[in-house]
Every structure is written in C-alpha cells, then in structure tokens.
C-alpha cells in the first residue's frame, strides 16, 4: 500500500505542474487574486484576463453593454453620455418559510457625469426574465422623483420598482424608447 500512496502523490504533484495556471505565472497571479470571488476558471484563454467584472463599460445605440447589476456603463450618444449604475434587485421577505413564485422588486438607478442633456424617464427602462417576460418598472411611490432631464454637472438617483417572477433577469435601459444601450444581468431571489 506504501507505494500507492507515493503513486498518487507524484502524479498529484505531475498534475499540479501541468495546469495552465503554472504555465502562465500571470494567470496563477489572477487566480489568487480572485480567489475571494470564486476565481477565474483556469482554463480559459490567457487573453480573457483582462476581464474585470468592475470595470465601465461603454454603450452605444450600436453596441449596447452588457454588465452586471453593481456595475456602471458609460452610455454615448450623437448628443451626449451619461454614466449609469444599476443595483438591485432588493426584494422583500427573503427567508420566509413560503417562497412565492414572484416578488416585488426596487432596483436603484445612479446617473452621472452627463456631458449634454440626458432624457429620464420610468418608460425608457424594461426588465426581461429568463422565460421572455417583460415587465415595465415604475418609480417608486413615495420616493422623489428625478428631474425629466439630467443636466450636465448633476448627479441622481432614483428607484423603480416591478413585481416580477423569481429567476433570471436582465435590466434594459433604452433612453430613446426603442434603441438599448445598456443592460443589467441579476437574479430575484426570495429564498
């Protein structure tokens, strides 16, 4: 049984050596680094370590961003660009002993750095779910409303709300009505 064991251990350590983390020293930095978020997988190409889930996008009416809910997307028009930050989904009742099917929903919409007068309106954002179902947020009742225009200089904040199923998401934000130029992945969850 002695020399199994020392059987495993080399190949175990012949393994080890052999990972694409070892062979790139940048990648294996990465990995410890990212540690706290679950890492990055290894085996991707070394070219995608790059990616920084934090970083600002940009979006365009050619090419929307596409980005987590927390991150922020320069928007950039022929007019204007604008920085926006979309949090949330805050739901209330998470641990409840009966998880409903669906959920009221507040997301958190920050807009800044405005280079030109930015149109703001509850209308221009639409939430779609993982089954295609679009959902229509609206401001929050009881919560100040933000100016129909955001001017240079100014920063605000608002909240919409939608009750929406739980599952998969993504917030679109189409300042024109019709053309999106960012969208927000997240997750309702009431468990």
């Not at 927390?70 to 660009?81: A, F, M």
């Not at 229509?136 to 909240?159: C, D, H, T, Y």
Request: glycine letters at 8%; a positive charge; hydrophobic letters at 40%.
């Amino acid at each position: 049984m002695p020399g199994a064991a020392l059987l495993c251990t080399l190949l175990l350590l012949a393994l080890a050596g052999c990972s694409p983390a070892a062979a790139h020293p940048a990648a294996a930095a990465h990995a410890r680094h990212s540690q706290h978020l679950g890492g990055y997988p290894s085996f991707l190409p070394r070219s995608t370590l790059n990616y920084h889930s934090d970083a600002v996008l940009t979006g365009t009416l050619q090419r929307p961003a596409l980005t987590n809910e927390g991150d922020s997307v320069e928007v950039k028009t022929p007019r204007w660009s604008v920085l926006v930050t979309l949090t949330g989904p805050q739901v209330p009742g998470e641990g409840l002993p009966y998880q409903a099917p669906s959920t009221t929903c507040t997301w958190v919409v920050t807009m800044s750095r405005a280079t030109g007068p930015v149109p703001v309106s509850a209308a221009d954002f639409t939430s779609i779910n993982d089954l295609s179902r679009v959902y229509r947020p609206a401001f929050v009742p009881g919560q100040p409303r933000p100016p129909a225009i955001l001017r240079p200089g100014r920063k605000i904040s608002f909240e919409l709300r939608a009750a929406q199923a739980v599952g998969e998401g993504l917030m679109r934000w189409a300042p024109n009505g019709r053309n999106i130029v960012a969208k927000w992945d997240f997750v309702v969850e009431n468990d």
